[in-house]
Structures are given as C-alpha cells and as structure tokens.
C-alpha cells in the first residue's frame, strides 16, 4: 500500500508539472531555429578548434543519446498504455471475485466459510486491488497527458541535434582546412630549408630532404583526413536512415500487420539497401590501409624515440663519418643539433600527430560506424525477406505493360550507358594492369591448352574403360580436367561482373554485374555437364550411366544453354535496378518465359517414356516411384507454371526466390549425384585392387551401396533444408 502511495504521488506530480514544462517547450520551439556559432575564417588556432571540436562532439553524443532516451520512453509508454486496460480489467475482474466470496456485492450472501488466516489474505489482496484500479486509471490520465509534452520533447530534441549536427560538421571542415594550410605551409618550409641546404654538409642536406618527406606526408594525411571525414558524415547519415527505417517498420508491422501497403514499402527499402553494398568492399580496403598505418605509426615513433636525446643522435650520425678534423666535428655538429631539434619539433612531431588523429579520431570511428551499418543492413534485410515473400509485390500483370517492356529494353541497351561503363571498366583495367595481364596469360594458356586436356581427358576415359589397369587416378584427372575446362569462360564472365559490382554509385554497372555473374554460374553448372556426358568422359567411361541417360541429358542441355542464359540475364539485372516498373514489365515477361522454358525442359528431362528415369522404371515396375508418376511427374512439370502464374499475379518477388531455391536444390542434387558416383567408383576400384573372393566382394558391395546410398540421402536432405531455411522462416 505504501509503494502504491509512493507510486500515485509521483503521477500527481507528475500531472501537475506537464503543463509548464509543456508551455516551456513550446515556446522554445515557437521561436527561430538557433544557428550554430559562426566559426571566423581567420581563426587559425588549431589547438583551440581541436578543443571546439571535441566539445561538440561531445555535445552531438549527449544529445543523441537523450534521444535515444526519449524514444525508448515512448515505446515503452505504448505498450504500457495498451496493456493498462488489459490489466485493470483483470484486477476489476479479480476484485468482483473477492466480494462475492466476502458477500459484500449488492447485498446478497455470497460468504463462505474460511480459515481466519485466509481472510486477511483475501481482505489484503482487496484493499490491494482497491488502491490498485484508481491508480491505472490515473496512469492513464497521465500516459494521455503526457502525450503532447513527450512528443513536443521529441520535436526539441530533434531541432537541437540537427543544430548540434550543423555545429559539429563545422568544426569539423575548418579544422580540415586548417590542418591543410599549415601542412602546406610546412611543406614550403620544408623546400625552402632543402634550397637552402644545397650548398651544406651531405648530413644536413639529409635532414632537410626527409623534412621535406615529413611534411609531405603531413600534407597527404591532412587531405585523407578531409576526405574520411566527409564519407564519416555519409556513413552517419545513413546508418541513422537505416536504423529509423527499421524501427518504423517493426513498429508498423506490430500496429496493423503485414498489409500489400507495408509489403510494398519493405520490397522499395530492400531495393534501397542493396545498394549499400559497396560499405563492405570499403571496410576490406580500410583493413589494409588500416594495417599499413600502424606499420608506420611504428617506425615514426622509434624515429621519435632516437630523437629523445638530440645531442647524443647528433654525436652518433657524426661519429658514423670518416676523415673529419676536430674543428670539423665541432662545427658539424653545432649545426646538425638545431637541424634535428627542428625536425623533430616541426615535423615529426606534427607527423606522429596527425597520424594519431586520422587513426583514431577518423579511420577507427569510420570503421567501426561502417561495420554497424553493414550488420544493421544485413539484419534488416534478413527481416524483410522473412516478411515480403507472401506478399504481393506488385500490381497483376496487364496490357499497359507492354509499354514499360519497350522502355526496359531501351535502359538495358542504351548506348550511352554501355560507352560509360566501358570506360570505367578501361580505367579499372589500367590501374590493376598487372593482374590483368596476369589473368589473361591465364586464360589464354587454358584456351590454348584445351585441345590437350580434352586429350588427356579421353585418354583417362579409355583407359577407366579397361578392366585391368584401371586406377582412380584416371578418375581424378577426368573430374579435374572437366572442372577447369567447363570454367574458363564461366571464371572470365564471373570475374568481370565481380569488378563491374564494385563500381559505386552507377546503377547501370550494379544491374550488369549481378546478371553477369548469373549467367556465369548457370553457364559453368551447363559445360561441366556437357563435359561430365561426353564421350569418354567421367559418365560413360567411369560412372557407367547408361547411354539413354547421356543422350538425354546432352540433347536437352544442348538446347536449353542458348535459350535460358539471355532470358536470366534479363531477369537478374532487371531485378537489381532501381526502376520499378522495368522489372515489373520485362523482367516479369522474362520470367514468365524462363519458367514455360524450364517446364518443356523437365519435361523432357523426367518424362516416364523417353527420360531419365525411363531405364529405372522399366526395371521396377512395382516400386513406388513408377506407381506414383501420375502424381511426381506432373508436380515437376507444373511448378515453374505455377511460378509464372505467381508473377504474372503479382508475386512477382515471392516466385523469384522460389524459383532460386528450386534451382539451387537441384544444383545440390547434382553435386551429391556426382559426389556419389565418384565415391563408388573409388570402392569399385579398390575392391577389384583387392581381389577378394566374389561371395565376399558381393556381401561387402551390397553393405557398402547401402551405406553410402543412405549418406548420400542424408546430405541431399540436409542441403535441401540449408537451401529452403529461409523461405520456410518467412512461411512461418
């Protein structure tokens, strides 16, 4: 009773102090925004601005974290003023109970007979709750009171950070240029003194030339410094963006559900945080530089170290020379003493300072900000997927349409675009010249080789054919061969999409990355195939597939290649874009093809009479795969209709990574299949190595089939449920 006594108490005081404090803000906020102080052109202290600065740093951290504070008190009062009623009925609810048993409602007789202790129970319990029910409701009063005075504290706040922001940024640009200026003016000095040094002693001369380094170095720290500073402040920016967006959205998601309105707002931001992408190239460039700057931080402080004790460095260059008469000793060092003060004082000190600065105040914070942002965006994205898969990502597919298909094309074939990025791509290639070149010896030495290897491979093929003499090295070296020449193009294609997505901020270049490293990967996946069905290769000479089997699969793949490479190229640079209505124009009508193309293909691929399967069933005709083909057959065939359907509805997104796991289940079918095979082609060889009795050799056959036909199950359904996690998450 005494903590509720407390607790109503300070709602009344509470209540009481809301409308000064209310009329206080308001008039804060009635009047004209403050403008940060201006900061004179003249001021060339950079000690006082250092101090200005951090003072508004601390300022800006202040004000965000009151905030942060006042955004937390707001959720927290909204979903403590939606469970009061919840609770207030309850403890009425729980109260009506009590008087019935104490037959004190309306007169009527509800008493029971109880133990003396179970009635100051029941009596406190009542008291308790009697206090309790008046007390929610002024609770209640005072969440409704409150409700202006928090959210005029939370338009303050925000003035005041925008202010403190402005201030900070600033600061921050004119001590930037202050640095600048007086490291050029160091820098001027510094070739001034190595004029002037022309004429003097070798060891002066020295000094004065790495003087000259020192302050150029300065200067190119100072400029890094500038620089880092203004993509500090984007990274700022759109980590704030990125993390109001996400309470937003969580927030309205909570309120009213999962709506086709907030569906479609999670696909535009999933859209915009892709195009983060390039803060994780970033951070793996500031990794190096970040390594090299400490290298040199410390050879710069062992170099400030050797200076602690000038006199004696002074004695020690000069004890280094030869043939010098005392006089000549004397006087050398008189002028190296100063010579060395001066350096130390006016440049390597500055030096080491300006590393420390850029280090610490610029390169650390920069990384750690941009870190947070990358973990921010992937979460965010990783919660938008879970969310918009079931949701209609646009409009039904119509005539008008048609249209945007035309204006599609026309983005995708621009000349202008394709002269543009030609050209940076030209200027990617000149400055990693090396590599390139490196790179292209590669490839062409693969091209040209390539007669050879597929020698070598029938080679091994013929020689897996015979019984005796057979070795699994042979496999190996067919397996080996087939990857690599199934991977020169593809590897080529990859690696250009891979240098095209680095490039920032062009659209155009991040579309054609991504369908070129699509079309590579599905292209790779096709040629080893091909090179895995073709004559004397790993399945005819080594797997011993049938030939049925090797004619299907090279007949439909032959076919397939041309026609689907371009129709996911358009599909997936369509789809990384930043214009709606192309991908929901060609893109859709791509895609809706893809999966009419894809469904003849499995056709094919599947049918009972003339497929794959066809060997298998003919010869377990009462098995339950042949029996049940009038169910499996037509689901295979079906899905990538219903996946056209899907978009042609309107879950245009929802049937794209649908349709990406499917094909990456069967990429992992494929891999185990293979996997499999080779394993057993090892066992088969090693058991013929062996020559154990045939009794044996059949009972250790059977055994070993057996276990590994049962990991191979388990692998293909553990990647199954890898591949399809997140999809039946977002199911969920």
């Known amino acids: 009773a005494q903590e509720l006594e407390i607790e109503r108490a300070g709602l009344e005081k509470g209540a009481a102090e809301v409308p000064g404090d209310l009329r206080e803000i308001r008039d804060e906020l009635a009047k004209p925004i403050p403008q940060p102080k201006e900061i004179s052109s003249d001021t060339l202290d950079l000690e006082l601005l250092s101090r200005q600065l951090a003072q508004a740093q601390s300022e800006l951290n202040a004000t965000e974290r009151f905030r942060d504070e006042l955004e937390q008190r707001a959720s927290e009062r909204a979903q403590r003023r939606l469970a009061i009623p919840h609770e207030r009925a309850s403890a009425k609810k729980r109260l009506g109970e009590i008087q019935r048993e104490n037959g004190t409602v309306d007169g009527r007789d509800y008493s029971q007979k109880i133990s003396d202790s179970a009635t ?104 890094k410094s500038a620089l880092i500073s203004e993509t500090k402040q984007v990274v700022r920016q759109r980590l704030e963006w990125i993390e109001q967006a996400f309470a937003e959205v969580r927030k309205k998601v909570a309120q009213v559900g999962l709506t086709d309105v907030i569906g479609l707002r999670l696909r535009t931001l999933r859209f915009e945080l892709s195009r983060l992408g390039g803060h994780r190239q970033a951070i793996d460039r500031r990794r190096a530089e970040m390594n090299s700057i400490q290298m040199r931080r410390v050879v710069l402080e062992d170099e400030l170290l050797a200076l602690a004790d000038i006199p004696g460095e002074a004695k020690r260059r000069v004890d280094q020379l030869r043939n010098l008469s005392s006089e000549e000793r004397g006087a050398l060092l008189k002028a190296l003493e100063p010579a060395l003060t001066k350096q130390k004082n006016e440049y390597l000190l500055p030096l080491v300072r300006n590393y420390d600065l850029y280090f610490d105040d ?78 292209l010896g590669l490839f062409i030495t693969l091209l040209v080789k390539e007669k050879q290897l597929i020698k070598v491979l029938c080679q091994a093929g013929r020689q897996a054919k015979r019984e005796i003499g057979a070795r699994f090295r042979h496999t190996l070296t067919a ?38 490293q699509r079309v590579a990967l599905l292209l790779f996946v096709a040629l080893l195939l091909l090179k895995i069905v073709r004559r004397n290769g790993l399945a005819e000479a ?141 066992l088969e060889l090693a058991r013929s190595r062996l020559a154990i009795e045939q009794v044996r050799q059949a009972a250790i056959s059977a055994q070993t089939r057996q276990l590994i036909s049962s990991l191979f199950t388990f692998s293909l359904i553990i990647g199954l449920l890898l591949i399809w996690r997140e999809i039946g998450r977002a199911h969920v």
Not at 495 to 512: K, Y
């Open 120 to 223: 100051l129970l029941i009596k406190a319990e009542q008291q308790f709750l009697q206090q309790k029910i008046p007390l929610l409701d002024q609770e209640l009063r005072s969440y409704d009171l409150q409700r202006d005075l928090l959210r005029s504290q939370r338009e303050l706040t925000a003035r005041r950070l925008a202010v403190a922001e402005k201030r900070f940024s600033s600061l921050g640009k004119r001590v930037s240029i202050v640095r600048q200026r007086v490291a050029e003016e160091r820098q001027l000095q510094a070739e001034a003194q190595l004029r002037t040094a022309a004429s003097a002693h070798p060891l002066i001369k020295s000094v004065a030339e790495q003087n000259e380094l020192f302050a150029t170095e300065v200067t190119e720290i100072s400029d």
């Open 362 to 439: 610029n390169l650390m914070p920069m990384n750690e900000s941009e870190l947070q942002l990358v973990e921010l965006t992937d979460e965010f994205r990783s919660y938008i997927d879970r969310l918009i898969l079931w949701v209609q990502s646009t409009h039904p597919l119509s005539f008008q349409d048609l249209a945007g298909t035309w204006q599609a094309f026309y983005w995708l074939l621009r000349p202008a675009s394709w002269v543009e990025l030609t050209g940076i791509m030209i200027d990617s290639l000149v400055k990693n010249l090396f590599l390139v070149l490196l790179g």
């Open 479 to 516: 397996a080996l061969i087939s990857v690599v020449t199934a991977g020169v193009w593809p590897a080529l294609i990859w690696i250009g999409g891979w240098r095209l997505g680095r490039i920032e901020d062009f659209s155009f270049a991040i579309a054609i990355s991504a369908g070129l």
């Open 542 to 682: 080594h797997f011993k597939w049938s030939r049925r089997i090797i004619s299907v699969l090279k007949k439909n793949i032959s076919w397939l290649l041309p026609v689907m490479l371009p129709l996911v190229f358009v599909i997936t640079a369509l789809d990384h874009q930043p214009f709606e209505g192309y991908r929901d124009s060609l893109a859709r009508f791509a895609f809706i093809l893809t999966m009419g193309v894809l469904a003849f293909f499995l056709y094919r691929l599947f049918r009972p009479r003339g497929g794959l399967l066809e060997p298998f069933l003919s010869a377990h005709r009462d098995g339950w795969l042949n029996r049940l083909k009038v169910v499996w057959f037509p689901l295979i065939v079906l899905t990538p209709a219903v996946l056209a359907v899907m978009a042609a509805m309107g879950y245009f997104y929802s049937a794209i990574r649908l349709e990406l796991g499917i094909i990456y289940g069967l990429l992992w079918v494929l891999a185990c299949i293979v996997v499999r095979a080779l394993i057993l082609r090892w």
